[in-house]
């Protein structure tokens, strides 16, 4: 008997989310879905060289057709928050939306792929499906970073299509992420006599005024707008309730837009806080994205979309893609704003859409 649900690349990519969704998945608990995809896309489908890199499932097929599309997603989602079995019902104006961890992010998008991969059999492009673990966490360990590391000839594609939530839209490019730790030192001291002591936590006050009174940019490029923030995510601090903290730690996280490289947001986060005696340490930093609409087969799947599209809010590995020179685009179902939250939800309908315009688009010459 097989220590995984087994899943039914044929039916429909709505029932198909269901059954992804059911399967547990937090980041770095992901071999239970790993060992399912990997079973169903051995058995059902044809055509495929199919390999596994960890809890990643990789497969691709080798026609000789004249470009290749690439599909990539991500299995892990973040921590359940009672939220798995998923369910069925009808909310508000959504019209019938699927509930549950990952429905958005991107159990869904996830459905899609697995499906067209069972159900194309005469593709008008060759074809990669990467099926990666721990995007959810910090850089280091995500699971496409590995594959690029061990695998990169997998990461050839002239154009990759990232399932994360879009609602349905092509979503361009995608911002970089910075975080940063500010750290203060003081001099610890029993608060009855607080004038024997500095207080590590109050060294914050200005830096946090600062960041609360933060002027972010709105950047066009190519038509696509993106809208940069900073913000104080993390503080901690204090030893008890009767002593002043001598050290104190706040986490800041950037977000900037495509035009700006990692050392560049560096930088502007060192001019925002410029003038502070505070420590700095850059604790996780990934590249932006550019849009690269222009590229041939990046248009033709805006097309193929009826031309709708706009700026990625978020960074996405679409980051990873832009860096190896594959134009590669954000397209999913569900609402980005949904994600990670307890009433984490998708509509039906946009699966059917999104596995509409995908189908088209990878049958199309």
Same mark, same amino acid.
């Given at each position: 008997?097989?220590?995984?649900?087994?899943?039914?690349?044929?039916?429909?990519?709505?029932?198909?989310?269901?059954?992804?969704?059911?399967?547990?998945?937090?980041?770095?608990?992901?071999?239970?879905?790993?060992?399912?995809?990997?079973?169903?896309?051995?058995?059902?489908? &044809?055509?495929?060289?199919?390999?596994?890199?960890?809890?990643?499932?990789?497969?691709?097929?080798?026609? *000789?057709?004249?470009?290749?599309?690439?599909?990539?997603? =991500?299995?892990?989602?973040?921590?359940?928050?009672?939220?798995?079995?998923?369910?069925?019902?009808?909310?508000?104006?959504?019209?019938?939306?699927?509930? #549950?961890?990952?429905?958005?992010?991107?159990?869904? #998008?996830?459905?899609?792929?697995? =499906?067209?991969?069972?159900?194309?059999?005469?593709?008008?492009?060759?074809?990669?499906?990467?099926?990666? /673990?721990?995007?959810?966490?910090?850089?280091?360990?995500?699971?496409?970073? !590995?594959?690029? !590391?061990?695998?990169?000839?997998?990461?050839?594609?002239?154009?990759?299509?990232?399932?994360?939530?879009?609602?349905?839209?092509?979503?361009?490019?995608?911002?970089?992420?910075?975080?940063?730790?500010?750290?203060?030192?003081?001099?610890?001291?029993?608060?009855?006599?607080?004038?024997? *002591?500095?207080?590590?936590?109050?060294?914050?006050?200005?830096?946090?005024?600062?960041?609360?009174?933060?002027?972010?940019?709105?950047?066009?490029?190519?038509?696509?707008?993106?809208?940069? #923030?900073?913000?104080?995510?993390?503080?901690? *601090?204090?030893?008890?309730?009767?002593?002043?903290?001598?050290?104190?730690?706040?986490?800041?996280?950037?977000?900037?837009?495509?035009?700006?490289?990692?050392?560049?947001?560096?930088?502007?986060?060192?001019?925002?806080?410029? #003038?502070?005696?505070?420590?700095?340490?850059?604790?996780?930093?990934?590249?932006?994205?550019?849009?690269?609409?222009?590229?041939?087969?990046?248009?033709?799947?805006?097309?193929?979309?009826? *031309?709708?599209?706009?700026?990625?809010?978020?960074?996405?590995?679409?980051?990873?893609? &832009?860096?190896?020179?594959?134009?590669?685009?954000?397209?999913?179902?569900?609402?980005?704003?949904?994600? @990670?939250?307890?009433?984490?939800?998708?509509?039906? /309908?946009?699966?059917? @859409?999104?596995?509409?315009?995908?189908?088209?688009?990878?049958?199309?010459?």
């Amino acid at each position: 008997m097989s220590s995984y649900p087994s899943l039914d690349l044929h039916a429909d990519p709505i029932d198909l989310t269901s059954a992804l969704v059911d399967i547990p998945s937090v980041s770095q608990d992901e071999s239970v879905i790993a060992d399912a995809v990997e079973a169903a896309l051995r058995a059902q489908t &044809s055509g495929f060289e199919i390999v596994r890199n960890g809890n990643a499932v990789l497969a691709r097929t080798n026609r *000789g057709l004249g470009s290749r599309v690439m599909l990539a997603g =991500h299995l892990d989602t973040v921590p359940i928050a009672d939220n798995v079995p998923s369910r069925r019902e009808r909310f508000h104006a959504e019209g019938d939306v699927i509930h #549950g961890c990952g429905t958005v992010d991107m159990k869904s #998008g996830d459905a899609v792929f697995l =499906h067209l991969a069972a159900t194309i059999d005469e593709p008008a492009h060759d074809v990669t499906l990467v099926f990666y /673990d721990c995007e959810e966490i910090a850089a280091s360990f995500n699971g496409l970073g !590995r594959i690029e !590391r061990e695998m990169p000839e997998w990461l050839q594609a002239d154009v990759a299509v990232l399932g994360e939530p879009t609602g349905g839209f092509i979503e361009a490019g995608c911002q970089g992420t910075l975080r940063v730790r500010l750290s203060a030192s003081g001099t610890r001291a029993h608060s009855a006599r607080s004038w024997m *002591g500095d207080n590590a936590i109050h060294k914050f006050g200005a830096v946090l005024n600062r960041l609360a009174a933060y002027q972010a940019r709105d950047v066009d490029i190519d038509g696509c707008v993106y809208r940069e #923030g900073m913000q104080a995510v993390r503080i901690s *601090g204090g030893v008890a309730g009767n002593v002043v903290p001598d050290a104190a730690e706040l986490d800041v996280n950037f977000r900037f837009a495509p035009d700006r490289s990692v050392e560049q947001a560096i930088e502007h986060v060192r001019e925002v806080v410029d #003038g502070l005696d505070l420590g700095f340490e850059v604790t996780d930093a990934s590249p932006g994205a550019l849009p690269g609409l222009g590229a041939p087969a990046a248009a033709a799947l805006i097309d193929a979309a009826g *031309g709708q599209f706009r700026a990625k809010y978020g960074w996405t590995d679409v980051s990873r893609f &832009s860096a190896l020179g594959i134009p590669a685009v954000n397209y999913g179902p569900g609402d980005p704003n949904l994600a @990670h939250k307890r009433d984490e939800r998708v509509p039906v /309908d946009q699966i059917t @859409h999104v596995t509409t315009v995908l189908r088209s688009y990878l049958t199309s010459g």
